[in-house]
């Protein structure tokens, strides 16, 4: 089960700089002239999760695998793009393929950076992409629907459904608000997802701030905050040149030099974790001498589900599922004594798992 965030943001923001401190590499080109980034540059991170290694040393573990969550760099947009303007026709269609939207936003100055209107102005940054991004769903839908009027005069209940739904995403960005903010039935969730409206996605501000006020933000930062509490939407401070300086040190001098900052963690981490949360997503284990590992299921995901995330044939003939919770796994020392102080249990297949679960599966072959 694979998600996919995509960074986006005007030319020039700290998209790619971000990008090479998120994946530890060079992959992504950081220069400072527009459309650097052409292809977008994939890359899978590891999510942080201390849990993981308190498990790994009470199963003398000899391998740890977190979790891995993929961010796609997406090439810079300006206005227009909708129209085609810059690598607009790119950019959408890259953007349409991923789970969720981080959205990075100037809120620096810098003398030596340009910035594609002139100013330094986040919310009217943000602004811009939003526009672009509905006028491209407001064309599409246009579209779309044109196609299913045949289907709909010929009865098509199929048709008539994704007609209706169109309609409503129609209705909201003719409002000047995104797809995101309509509310929908929890039996058109699939349906809905299935549109792939630009504007339906999850979106997390980034806030790209200067090395001073990566601890705090700053009153750039603050407004985007603010706008992002009017949308219903995350956001988050973040130094990209602070984190790309710390992917290029070990561990001992990344503390030191965090601490110097007057910060406790990366901005990355927090940025991480944000996106988990942002997906709605979860982590469940699986624990041996051999291996543990964290996996990454959506919040609500049944036992089959979880185990189809290892592989097909352990949700197609799954038995049940032995399950031992993270703090009583921990607090007793291990799956052993877990089981013998009745802390495991035996889930079936209507059974939710739950976040920190440690899991093992039973299933035919």
């Avoid at 969550?69 to 085609?84: H, N, Q, R, Y």
């Avoid at 999850?202 to 001073?212: A, D, F, Q």
């Avoid at 990454?296 to 049944?302: D, E, M, Q, S, V």
Wanted: aromatic share 6%; glycine share 10%.
């Amino acid at each position: 089960m694979g998600f996919k965030t995509g960074i986006v943001g005007l030319p020039n923001v700290g998209k790619s700089t971000l990008f090479n401190a998120l994946t530890r590499t060079a992959a992504a080109q950081a220069a400072n002239f527009p459309f650097c980034t052409i292809e977008p540059n994939v890359g899978e991170v590891s999510v942080p999760d201390a849990r993981l290694g308190r498990l790994a040393d009470i199963a003398a573990s000899r391998q740890v695998i977190p979790a891995r969550l993929t961010f796609v760099d997406i090439a810079g947009l300006v206005k227009g793009a909708s129209k085609g303007e810059g690598l607009g026709n790119q950019f959408l269609a890259n953007i349409r393929e991923v789970d969720a939207i981080a959205h990075v936003l100037r809120c620096f100055e810098d003398d030596d950076v340009t910035h594609v209107e002139g100013r330094v102005d986040p919310v009217a940054d943000a602004e811009t992409i939003e526009t672009e991004l509905m006028l491209a769903d407001l064309e599409s839908i246009e579209r779309r629907l044109q196609n299913l009027l045949r289907k709909i005069k010929g009865g098509d209940k199929e048709a008539q459904a994704q007609a209706r739904l169109l309609e409503m995403a129609r209705a909201a960005l003719e409002e000047s608000r995104p797809a995101r903010s309509v509310a929908v039935d929890a039996e058109d969730a699939k349906a809905w997802r299935g549109l792939q409206l630009l504007t339906a996605k999850p979106v997390l501000y980034v806030c790209n701030v200067g090395e001073g006020c990566a601890a705090s933000g700053n009153a750039q930062s603050a407004r985007v905050a603010e706008m992002a509490g009017a949308e219903g939407a995350a956001a988050g401070v973040i130094s990209a040149a602070i984190e790309e300086e710390l992917a290029q040190l070990d561990d001992a001098e990344r503390g030191e030099f965090l601490s110097d900052l007057g910060l406790t963690e990366p901005g990355l981490d927090r940025l991480i974790a944000a996106g988990y949360r942002l997906l709605g997503l979860q982590t469940y284990f699986t624990v041996g001498p051999k291996e543990a590992r964290a996996w990454t299921i959506a919040a609500g995901t049944t036992a089959p589900q979880a185990a189809g995330v290892i592989h097909g044939d352990f949700e197609r003939g799954f038995i049940r599922a032995e399950t031992i919770g993270y703090d009583d796994f921990v607090a007793l020392g291990g799956e052993q004594p877990a089981k013998e102080a009745g802390k495991m249990r035996a889930e079936g297949k209507a059974y939710v798992v739950r976040d920190g679960d440690v899991l093992h599966f039973l299933f035919n072959t």
